[in-house]
């Protein structure tokens, strides 16, 4: 079922260093110091006219932000982020993991690169039922047997070919911040704290994330497992990785938990370049992520079923709005949970799911004002055969970057490869383990998206770009589980259509409805004349955890060859905002 979002509320601004704090309180200041990885703020909003970076974490935006300013472009900059994360946001940034980045280049080749975990060679569809064929939802979501074969340094590598600056220059500030450490944020010491219990279940090896005392915010993480790891990446390139003394920690710390991940498999893994979905919607163009994420198709569906209606005329948050956008959820989420897997092991409809026919038939039987029911609404008649992260980039040229990257839930698997310092994902959860089965996100799935070898598991991550005269708009994503399409649905439609501001569009509270289970899940400050509305509808409303933390930048083009941009980190989390 759905769980709560990992990760606690936060204050808006947050000094790290208690000592920074009390030296304000003082009335002879001392001259200010200079941030650095011991002593740093989190800001939530940056506007610019060259760059921008926003990401989960301060050092992370920041060390894009520095590879901005030294000439390298946002695929750069974008890399740098992530090897960054997998340093300061051990919760879901990552090299175990794997993600999709989207970008538009400024010399209009759109691209989108799949670097999503792979079942490992051995796993089989039924791998996850016991003897009577009960799903075993505890073995795909914690511990060695969890993890697909990881994709995200081969991501890396991958998207590099369309960066300017050498890799070993990118990957610097990842392996000081591992090899020095830095100061933790109160969220990242509390989520270490209620995770400590996995990491001593599922580790044999003393892992960074362990100590005797609690964690407290300022305390200094050191991580030089992790830094040797980087450094033979640095060295040898993705072979650094996937190959050599690496590949060898990997396949130790399975064997040591039963897992299945071999040395062939980490051999083999390749990331792979797919055509971006793209579609026009009210004047701009909308780039996002294909199969084997159903993210894009949910946006193209959804926005396409939205758009002969004028929704904002109904208004922003008023009760036929939400409504509206509600029953187009129900309708997108119920096709992704029957037809939508990985497009290399099944066929799936691709072109009638998208096509204006099939959508415009999916609305027929939408009743404004009665709410309808997933028993009744399942997917459509085609008879053809809590933890992830998201970065957005923008450079001078005039190039965005969106990626999303994850571990899937917070700390993955909880498993630590052993000497090589860095988490394991838990992805293998996100295939249908069994039909009718919910994963973690509450998601259900059919053949489509059943385990085979080699396949990838269905995601939702939904890295996007909104074009308006064919240059980047709107850089945007977040992380989220199933709730993923839904923040960035809602995000481009308060921005385009509602016309709010970038940190409204961010920040007002969402919504979120998956087909099943059959009720409108909203955040604790909805408002709660509108929840009375839907529930007089017929509604099931329901309170849960946080919805998302969004990572928007906006650029506007004021005059010829200048651009204005805004960067806005979601207030939900540590998430941070840079320009220049
Ligand atoms: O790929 C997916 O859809 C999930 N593994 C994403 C997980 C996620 O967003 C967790 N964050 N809260």
Redesign the pocket.
């Known amino acids: 079922m759905m769980r709560q979002?990992?990760i606690p509320r936060l204050k808006t601004v947050m000094p790290v260093f208690l000592l920074s704090l009390l030296a304000l309180q003082t009335a002879a200041q001392p001259a200010a110091r200079p941030e650095n990885a011991y002593n740093y703020t989190i800001r939530k909003k940056a506007e610019g006219s060259q760059g921008a970076v926003v990401s989960a974490h301060p050092l992370a935006s920041k060390a894009g932000m520095e590879i901005l300013r030294k000439g390298g472009n946002a695929v750069d900059a974008a890399i740098a982020v992530q090897l960054a994360l997998a340093v300061v946001y051990p919760g879901?940034g990552n090299l175990g993991g794997g993600g999709f980045l989207v970008a538009c280049m400024a010399d209009g080749r759109n691209l989108a690169i799949d670097y999503?975990e792979k079942a490992p060679a051995a796993a089989h569809r039924d791998m996850y039922l016991d003897s009577a064929g009960n799903a075993r939802t505890d073995l795909s979501q914690s511990g060695h047997l969890a993890s697909g074969v990881p994709g995200t340094v081969a991501g890396l590598f991958s998207s590099h070919k369309y960066g300017k600056l050498p890799f070993s220059e990118l990957i610097g500030p990842a392996i000081e911040l591992a090899e020095k450490g830095f100061a933790i944020t109160e969220a990242e010491a509390s989520s270490l704290n209620n995770t400590r219990s996995s990491f001593q279940k599922y580790n044999t090896r003393p892992t960074a994330f362990i100590r005797q005392a609690r964690w407290k915010q300022g305390d200094t993480l050191v991580q030089s497992e992790l830094a040797g790891t980087l450094k033979r990446i640095q060295a040898a390139g993705q072979k650094g990785f996937y190959e050599g003394e690496t590949a060898r920690l990997i396949v130790e710390e399975m064997k040591r938990g039963g897992g299945l991940i071999t040395l062939e498999d980490l051999k083999q893994y390749e990331a792979r370049e797919r055509t971006p979905v793209r579609f026009d919607y009210k004047g701009h163009t909308i780039v996002s992520m294909p199969l084997p994420?159903?993210?894009g198709l949910i946006i193209q569906q959804s926005l396409k079923m939205l758009e002969s209606r004028d929704i904002a005329k109904m208004g922003f948050h008023s009760p036929a709005s939400v409504q509206l956008i509600t029953e187009v959820e129900r309708r997108a989420y119920a096709d992704r949970a029957q037809f939508m897997g990985d497009v290399d092991f099944v066929k799936v409809p691709v072109k009638t799911l998208v096509s204006e026919r099939y959508l415009q038939e999916r609305m027929k039987d939408h009743v404004p004002g009665v709410a309808g029911k997933s028993s009744v609404i399942g997917a459509g008649n085609i008879s053809e055969s809590?933890?992830?992260?998201h970065l957005s980039v923008a450079d001078k040229w005039g190039n965005a970057v969106s990626v999303?990257t994850?571990l899937?839930?917070?700390y993955g698997s909880r498993t630590v490869v052993g000497g090589a310092g860095f988490l394991l994902n838990n992805?293998m959860?996100?295939f249908s383990v069994k039909p009718g089965v919910p994963n973690m996100?509450g998601a259900l799935g059919t053949e489509a998206n059943a385990i085979a070898p080699g396949k990838r598991?269905?995601?939702?991550?939904t890295p996007t770009i909104v074009l308006k005269q064919g240059k980047p708009f709107l850089v945007v994503g977040?992380?989220?589980?199933?709730?993923?399409p839904t923040s960035v649905l809602q995000t481009i439609l308060n921005v385009i259509d509602f016309k709010l501001s970038t940190e409204e569009a961010v920040n007002k509270p969402k919504f979120h409805h998956q087909w099943q289970p059959d009720v409108i899940m909203v955040e604790k400050n909805f408002p709660e004349e509108l929840t009375a509305s839907l529930r007089a509808m017929g509604y099931t409303v329901t309170q849960r955890g946080q919805i998302?933390r969004t990572e928007l930048i906006r650029i506007d083009y004021p005059k010829k060859g200048k651009m204005r941009l805004e960067a806005v980190g979601d207030f939900r989390g540590d998430d941070h905002a840079e320009a220049y």
């Open positions: 979002h990992w879901a999503r994420s159903s993210g809590e933890e992830t992260t999303t994850t899937n839930g917070g992805e959860d996100d996100y598991m269905l995601s939702s991550m977040t992380p989220g589980g199933t709730t993923i998302g």
